[in-house]
């Protein structure tokens, strides 16, 4: 059984393949929108709003959490069809692929098996589209300094326009560059937070790259669709300051996930040259770099 029956989850830079093998999931694509059942399972791209996952009393699934434009390899649309619209299983790969791979996961003798029968499903299944070789690289710029650049400097140093830049995101990750770099700076703050401590919120929303700490707080809400305002539990008013420097921001970043740059253009923008291995979520398959998997525990 799992320690909570309800998951309320910001958005995040990160998209999500769950097969469920137990009672249906239930899942809702903002707190606005009403919830649905997901027997099969369910394909979440890159979400722009906060969302509510829900585990039956006794669960049982594997999952694979992906980088954001991870699911691209695997999806016969564009991802931005399904922005903020969660599809099942068969919706994706038809009923019938759906049902064989459930039977065989099933079956499986333990998780282990389970993560390998994936993984193997996954690899069949593995494609590159058009433009991903793009986008990876300019995601990851944005994950290494934390979303802290202009969309127009990103284009440029990639060596395309703006709008083919924007419509390969919104086709491989489903949301635009400039949609993906508010959610990695938002992130990277809120993994900056030592929720055992107290809260500087104003030093928080400058060290992030926040105008102010009023700046900070409408983008909490928007990304979040929380009602608390942060501001609240920090009565100290904020001033005018000089923005700090990036260190700040690419610790947070580096804290949320590696980067490691192969070209000059991504550290022409300041992006870390981090080699370390990004960190997934125990008992799923991560992928990462497209063709190489990363299985169990991290």
């Given at each position: 059984?799992?320690p ?21 999931l ?7 929108i ?29 999952g ?42 099933a ?30 690289q300019?995601s ?5 300094i ?12 990639a060596?395309v ?13 489903g ?10 700076r938002?992130t990277?703050t ?7 401590g ?25 990304l ?27 610790a ?14 991504a550290a ?11 960190r ?15 299985r169990?525990?991290?």
């Amino acid at each position: 059984m799992p320690p909570y029956t309800l998951l309320t989850l910001p958005p995040a830079p990160s998209a999500l393949l769950i097969v469920n093998l137990g009672a249906p999931l239930r899942v809702r694509a903002g707190t606005d929108i009403a919830s649905a059942d997901y027997a099969d399972g369910c394909v979440v791209t890159m979400p722009t709003r906060a969302w509510e996952f829900g585990y039956p009393p006794r669960t049982r699934s594997v999952g694979v959490h992906f980088k954001p434009w991870g699911l691209a390899p695997f999806l016969p649309m564009p991802a931005v069809e399904l922005c903020d619209r969660p599809v099942t299983i068969e919706q994706v790969w038809c009923r019938s692929a759906t049902a064989e791979l459930r039977d065989r996961l099933a079956t499986a003798d333990g998780p282990h098996e389970m993560l390998t029968l994936l993984e193997e499903e996954l690899r069949r299944r593995l494609c590159e589209p058009a433009g991903l070789g793009l986008v990876r690289q300019a995601s990851g710029v944005l994950a290494a300094i934390g979303g802290a650049v202009a969309i127009g400097d990103l284009s440029e140093a990639a060596g395309v326009g703006s709008t083919h830049l924007v419509q390969r995101f919104k086709d491989l990750i489903g949301v635009t560059p400039k949609r993906l770099a508010r959610t990695y700076r938002f992130t990277a703050t809120v993994f900056a937070i030592d929720p055992a401590g107290p809260v500087d919120w104003s030093d928080l929303a400058h060290d992030a790259g926040y105008v102010d700490q009023a700046h900070f707080g409408h983008e909490f809400r928007g990304l979040h669709r929380a009602h608390t305002d942060p501001a609240r539990r920090s009565p100290a008013a904020v001033s005018p300051r000089t923005p700090r420097p990036r260190d700040g921001r690419l610790a947070a970043a580096n804290r949320l996930i590696s980067y490691k740059s192969y070209s000059p253009w991504a550290a022409s923008l300041g992006a870390s040259q981090s080699r370390g291995v990004p960190r997934g979520q125990g008992g799923h398959v991560r992928l990462g770099v497209v063709g190489r998997f990363r299985r169990g525990r991290e």
